[in-house]
């Protein structure tokens, strides 16, 4: 089977470009609009205002031979490009990696940096007129004025198209992956499209775990982005009240805060290829999510390398790594919780067996065997 992957940014420290990268052959072919970094893969699509450049398109797959086109995100996608591929008997996928599906702001956090309750659906636009501070007003009323906004907020009017444009797209998608039960759950209470569902783990590659001694102490690490939804906020206030002066936490990622706590040291960015170096300078792996992650690769690393993972309760971890012994779950967006879990890893460190790994993870031969069986059974 070969597959045509389409990505709306291709870039090095994101984990569905990461995703990407390992789940497509060295023949087969990348479509995106922005790519920010060298890969012989990859062919970039022109845009035309706010979406794909129809023609351009299909100008560039015009040669390409593939069985399924596999979509990593709908962003910049129109239904006419999909319904013109229907015509050529192609199958077509989509990969949930996050909610951008039902959600303009794809982590479901609103704009006062909580957790949306919702309806994430048709209405879920609604929650980008509170940036405007003439309406501080409920939803009933500011869903009685929306015809009359669309008339004078382009911006919102925008994103009214691509959400009506989403609901055509889903009519000619064949199926929807989801990495968790947790994402598929979350989504489709709002995408309904149950029947086209199917949810698949995500694979892990092999890594070459290096073995690290262990210490008196644990290093702490976080892998990932100081921005809000990721939940760094929350480490940073367990530590500022973590009283042990012999525990370190190193930071890696595209990390910008102010520190003056000696234990912490930013890292700072690193290239995918160097995860190996990275997960041997550390013991224990923080994942303070704040927005319900999909899957989190760098829990999937991290188990696989052997190291203790901490993480929020709103992320997928306790699906993922099921009966992994070395998992510890906190209260989302809990200082206090965190700070005792800390804790407990540090009075039970002694006993805790550095050598154990979680091995339960799909190979990417098994995940692409899964993908082919699933849109292409009828034809074999």
């Keep these: 089977m070969k597959i045509l992957h389409y990505i709306d940014h291709y870039k090095d420290d994101g984990g569905s470009s990461c995703f990407v990268k390992e789940l497509a052959l060295v023949d087969e072919t990348i479509l995106t609009t922005k790519s920010d970094f060298e890969d012989g893969r990859v062919k970039k699509v022109l845009l035309k205002g706010n979406f794909l450049d129809e023609?351009?398109?299909?100008?560039?797959?015009?040669?390409?031979?593939?069985?399924?086109f596999l979509l990593h995100s709908l962003k910049f996608l129109t239904p006419k490009i999909l319904s013109e591929l229907k015509k050529r008997n192609v199958k077509i996928g989509y990969i949930s990696?996050?909610?951008?599906?039902?959600?303009?702001?794809?982590v479901l956090i609103n704009n006062r940096n909580m957790l949306c309750s919702g309806p994430y659906g048709k209405n879920c636009i609604y929650c980008y007129m509170d940036k405007y501070l003439f309406i501080p007003i409920t939803r009933q009323i500011r869903d009685l004025l929306f015809p009359f906004l669309l008339l004078v907020l382009k911006r919102l009017k925008w994103y009214k198209d691509r959400k009506n444009f989403f609901d055509e797209i889903f009519t000619f998608i064949d199926r929807i992956i989801y990495p968790s039960?947790?994402?598929?759950?979350?989504?489709?209470?709002?995408?309904?499209?149950?029947?086209?569902?199917?949810i698949?783990?995500?694979?892990?590659?092999d890594i070459d775990c290096e073995k690290r001694e262990k210490g008196d102490y644990p290093v702490f690490a976080f892998i990932g982005h100081s921005s809000y939804h990721k939940g760094l906020q929350t480490i940073?206030?367990?530590?500022?009240?973590?009283k042990n002066e012999n525990i370190k936490l190193l930071l890696y990622g595209n990390i910008k805060i102010k520190n003056k706590d000696k234990r912490i040291v930013i890292k700072g960015k690193f290239k995918?290829?160097?995860?190996?170096?990275?997960?041997?300078?550390?013991?224990?792996?923080?994942?303070?999510?704040?927005?319900?992650?999909?899957?989190?690769r760098v829990i999937f690393e991290g188990a696989k390398?052997?190291?203790?993972?901490?993480?929020?309760?709103?992320?997928?971890?306790?699906?993922?790594?099921?009966?992994?012994?070395?998992?510890?779950?906190?209260?989302?967006?809990?200082?206090?919780?965190?700070k005792s879990v800390i804790e407990k890893v540090l009075?039970?460190?002694?006993?805790?067996?550095?050598?154990?790994?979680?091995?339960?993870?799909?190979?990417?031969?098994?995940?692409?065997?899964?993908?082919?069986?699933?849109?292409l059974e009828g034809r074999k």
Aim: charge should be positive.
């Design 200 to 205: 698949i783990n995500n694979f892990q590659k």
């Design 181 to 198: 039960k947790k994402s598929f759950e979350i989504t489709d209470r709002f995408l309904k499209q149950k029947e086209k569902s199917v």
């Design 236 to 242: 940073l206030k367990a530590f500022k009240i973590l």
């Design 272 to 296: 995918s290829e160097k995860i190996d170096e990275v997960l041997k300078s550390f013991d224990v792996l923080i994942f303070p999510s704040i927005w319900p992650e999909t899957s989190g």
């Design 305 to 338: 390398c052997g190291k203790v993972i901490i993480s929020s309760n709103l992320t997928a971890a306790k699906e993922l790594l099921k009966g992994y012994p070395k998992l510890f779950i906190f209260e989302n967006r809990n200082h206090l919780d965190l």
């Design 55 to 68: 023609e351009d398109f299909f100008k560039k797959i015009d040669k390409e031979k593939f069985d399924l």
């Design 347 to 375: 009075k039970d460190w002694g006993k805790i067996d550095m050598n154990l790994k979680y091995s339960k993870f799909y190979s990417v031969e098994i995940y692409r065997n899964k993908l082919e069986d699933l849109f």
């Design 97 to 106: 990696h996050d909610y951008y599906s039902i959600c303009e702001r794809v």
